[in-house]
């Protein structure tokens, strides 16, 4: 599903170099959900923007579906990141004068899909994600962990086969910081789909089929056991 060999970040700020990720290697199963733990500044959302196909490595391959993304050219890639990936992120990054309805089928705008199926695939992740009532407020009308639910649908509308959530919970208390965990879990399960989490919290690591520890922009892994007897309820 997704693959990284070999890969390394370097930002340049005039003479200054900053090594963000080094020799990254790793690989994730298709339909799994992994977290990516470790401490501000370990390069947790520099690996997620590589992955996202929104950066690209200094060196080394990032191959989606084996695809290598860095083969692509730009119009391409915004193509193909479009269709394959939806990003979830820490402060929700919802459009205020839309209603919660409204900002999920807002993605699906620009893919040519008919109304009313349109209208139809909105609804269904806006129940899906616990927001039914709560469809036609507007995000200033909802609180963080209802935000981040109409994220959670925005970021599936598209049936995308990764999902990116970049330290997803930041804003969260902890109550509301696990229902999302959870949510999350049960949706990736629901719709088939691979999620890659980040998070500081190692309290959060009990949910992952896999882990990976970054620290200092190294990345190390741990394949867990999947959870063969839950399953979600849709
Ligand atoms: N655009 C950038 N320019 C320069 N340095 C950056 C940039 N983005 C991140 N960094 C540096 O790269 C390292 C990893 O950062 P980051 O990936 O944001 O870590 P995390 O998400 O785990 O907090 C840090 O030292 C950070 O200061
Ligand atoms: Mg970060």
Known sequence: MLELEGVCKTYSEGDIEVQALHDVNLSLDASSFCMIVGPSGSGKSTLLNLIGTLDRPTRGRVLIEGQDVNLLPDRELTRFRAGRIGFIFQSFNLMPVLTAFENVEY???????????????????????????????????????QRQRVAIARALVKRPAL???????????????LAIVELMRDMQRCFDTSFVFS??????LGHA??????????????????????????
């Open 107 to 145: 993605a699906l705008l620009q893919t040519g899909m008919p109304k009313a199926q349109r209208r139809a695939r909105t609804e269904e992740l806006i129940e899906a994600v616990g927001l039914g009532a709560h469809r036609a407020h507007r995000p200033n009308q909802l609180s963080g962990g």
């Open 163 to 177: 999902v990116l959530a970049d330290e997803p919970t930041a804003n969260l208390d902890s109550s509301n910081g």
């Open 209 to 234: 089929d896999q882990v990976l520890y970054a620290n200092d922009g190294r990345v190390t892994g741990e394949a867990l056991k999947a959870h063969p007897g839950e399953s979600a309820a849709c």
């Open 199 to 204: 998070t500081h919290d190692p309290m959060l």
